[in-house]
């Protein structure tokens, strides 16, 4: 199967630093990919979705100002999470999708800890 | 808009034994169905996944899942479980036009004990 690595797995930062986490498709183009935050046992949130070359499009409550999405090429985006607050302590997790294909693929997940 | 009720949000059970984890859904319009699993600290891999024809869909590791449209339901079913299915369980929908984000359920912890 299609394979979508995120990077890094862990990081620690400090409360007001920005902090980038960068979602790869390693063996297809991904014309669409998109970001979600997870709780504690809780269901996964959808935050925004990017297509290459244009604008995220951003659920309702997120942040565009906090949450910075980039999808400048087909195999790589990005989502920073800028002058971070404890309060965004949480895991990210990005997947992608190639065209209009039924399956998104997903990343491994960003346990993000805001200190 | 579409939802995805997980009434369950633990589930124990015996290793050797037969699990039912269930899954309900709400739309106006047509969806695809998904059952994803995700172990701790890792993304979602997809299990199985229903798009059209026969109602009894098979996936990896053993699982399988059936839909019932007058239900509503998707449920997700393993004859015999192993330790090692031990995890969190997501069921999701997609509408098959139209934006197609994934809706997620809440989640199922399947805990299998010796």
């Known amino acids: 199967g299609a394979v979508v690595s995120q990077h890094p797995s862990r990081v620690i930062c400090k409360s007001g630093t920005s902090v980038k986490i960068e979602c790869r498709s390693l063996d297809f183009q991904a014309t669409t990919m998109f970001w979600y935050r997870q709780f504690p046992k809780q269901s996964l949130m959808l935050m925004a979705t990017?297509?290459?070359?244009?604008?995220?499009?951003?659920e309702q409550g997120v942040e565009k100002d906090k949450f910075l999405i980039n999808h400048a090429s087909l195999t790589l985006s990005t989502l920073t999470v800028t002058s971070a607050h404890p309060e965004d302590s949480s895991f990210y997790i990005c997947?992608?999708?190639?065209?209009?294909?039924?399956?998104?693929?997903f990343g491994q997940g960003t346990r993000l800890t805001v200190v | 808009a579409q939802s995805v009720t997980q009434l369950d949000s633990q589930v124990p059970v015996f290793e050797e034994a037969p699990v039912e984890l269930r899954c309900n859904y709400s739309?106006?319009?047509?969806?695809?169905l998904f059952w994803y699993v995700q172990y701790p600290n890792q993304g979602l891999q997809l299990l199985l996944k229903?798009?059209?024809?026969?109602?009894l869909v098979k996936g990896i590791n053993g699982f399988e899942a059936e839909f019932n449209k007058s239900q509503t339901s998707f449920h997700l079913r393993k004859p015999s479980v192993h330790i090692s299915d031990t995890a969190e369980y997501f069921c999701?929908?997609?509408?098959?036009?139209?934006?197609?984000?994934?809706?997620f359920g809440t989640g199922t912890r399947l805990l299998v004990s010796p």
């Open positions: 739309s106006s319009v047509s969806v695809y």
């Open positions: 999701a929908v997609r509408r098959i036009t139209g934006f197609q984000k994934l809706v």
């Open positions: 997947s992608a999708r190639i065209g209009q294909d039924i399956e998104a693929f």
């Open positions: 990017s297509n290459e070359g244009s604008k995220a499009t951003y």
């Open positions: 229903y798009l059209s024809g026969s109602t």
